[in-house]
């Protein structure tokens, strides 16, 4: 089941810290304490399942004995690729039933997991979520080029993935084709307010340098973005989304609102329409429609022929 970003973490964070820590000094940072952990991440192990048809497991070493399992569904190795991080609730397995809906609009989707998630060893937290992120998509790159996939790729990332799909771009602009992020959050430490930890926070000497800075990373991002956000999202509401479409540093920059639906329910209500409006920005991105209708007059070419 998808679930969301835990905003508990907030009322931890804040409670736990003891004063301002340089972002540069990652173990001491209070994001990456014990307490911050146990919810920031919900990590839950399962084994490795049968495969869709269309589907491939890959496993990366993200450091010596520990791997991160990730589940490629391809449409055509001459379509575009989406990597995919997931929800701190979600598993790679959890996509089986979705990545076939990607391959169906022509896209190749490629779902990764967490440490501690799923059949990934390890045990997950702040500082190794984006070092591995970092990794993951080196050798998924290179695992794609290797294999024959076409270099045109996508970052996406929701909720707690988000940060990750966002940390990537930054880092890697001038090689993605575009990002795109679904139920994404802005800003960390504002989110306490709605927790009513409006004057706590004030003493606690924190800043969005030494959390997640989604706000500060995609103002580097300079790539086509699309934002995707439910309407009646209470867990990160709206004007989250609405944050990152204005410091997003993209000319071509779209935030596609989905009404009636909430943090967790963006498929369900927007049904086939999300996959579309998906399909859509990619191929205004890359001309997709060009390759496709290549395809398919090779396709009836060869059809001929016989």
């Known amino acids: 089941m998808r679930q969301g970003f835990c905003l508990i973490i907030l009322i931890t964070l804040l409670w736990s810290c003891t004063g301002p820590e340089s972002p540069s000094e990652i173990n001491g940072n209070p994001m990456n304490r014990p307490e911050v952990q146990r919810v920031?991440?919900?990590?839950?192990?399962?084994?490795?399942?049968?495969?869709?048809?269309?589907?491939?497991?890959?496993?990366?070493?993200?450091?010596?004995?520990?791997?991160?399992?990730?589940?490629?569904?391809?449409?055509?190795?001459?379509?575009?690729?989406?990597?995919?991080?997931?929800?701190?609730?979600?598993?790679?397995t959890?996509?089986?039933?979705?990545?076939?809906?990607?391959?169906?609009?022509?896209?190749?989707?490629?779902?990764?997991?967490?440490?501690?998630?799923?059949?990934?060893?390890?045990?997950?937290?702040?500082?190794?979520?984006?070092?591995?992120?970092?990794?993951?998509?080196a050798q998924?790159?290179?695992?794609?080029?290797?294999?024959?996939?076409?270099?045109?790729?996508?970052?996406?990332?929701?909720?707690?993935?988000?940060?990750?799909?966002?940390?990537?771009?930054?880092?890697h602009n001038t090689e993605i084709s575009g990002l795109i992020i679904e139920s994404g959050f802005a800003l960390t430490l504002p989110l306490a307010e709605t927790l009513g930890l409006g004057e706590q926070l004030k003493?606690?000497?924190?800043?969005?340098?030494?959390?997640?800075?989604?706000?500060?990373?995609?103002?580097?991002?300079?790539?086509?973005?699309?934002?995707?956000?439910?309407q009646r999202d209470t867990l990160i509401p709206l004007w989250q989304a609405e944050k990152l479409h204005a410091e997003c540093g993209a000319r071509s920059k779209e935030l596609q609102v989905v009404p009636g639906a909430d943090h967790n329910s963006l498929i369900a209500v927007g049904g086939k329409y999300y996959f579309q409006a998906i399909s859509r920005?990619?191929?205004?991105?890359?001309?997709?429609?060009?390759?496709?209708?290549?395809?398919?007059?090779?396709?009836?070419?060869?059809a001929g022929q016989e």
């Open 94 to 137: 959890d996509y089986d039933e979705i990545g076939p809906l990607y391959m169906q609009v022509g896209l190749n989707f490629l779902v990764v997991d967490y440490r501690g998630y799923g059949w990934s060893s390890g045990s997950p937290s702040y500082s190794t979520l984006l070092a591995d992120s970092r990794v993951l998509y």
């Open 203 to 230: 003493d606690v000497g924190m800043n969005e340098e030494q959390t997640f800075n989604n706000a500060g990373k995609i103002s580097t991002v300079t790539k086509p973005t699309f934002l995707l956000h439910g």
């Open 281 to 302: 920005f990619v191929s205004q991105v890359t001309g997709a429609d060009d390759w496709r209708r290549r395809r398919k007059q090779f396709k009836a070419a060869q």
């Open 40 to 92: 920031l991440f919900r990590p839950r192990v399962e084994a490795r399942t049968a495969l869709p048809l269309g589907a491939a497991d890959i496993d990366i070493e993200v450091e010596p004995g520990i791997s991160i399992g990730c589940r490629l569904f391809t449409a055509d190795k001459a379509a575009p690729t989406i990597l995919f991080f997931h929800g701190n609730g979600e598993i790679v």
């Open 140 to 171: 998924l790159k290179q695992y794609l080029q290797e294999n024959g996939y076409s270099p045109v790729l996508f970052l996406m990332g929701r909720s707690l993935g988000s940060a990750c799909a966002i940390e990537l771009a930054a880092a």
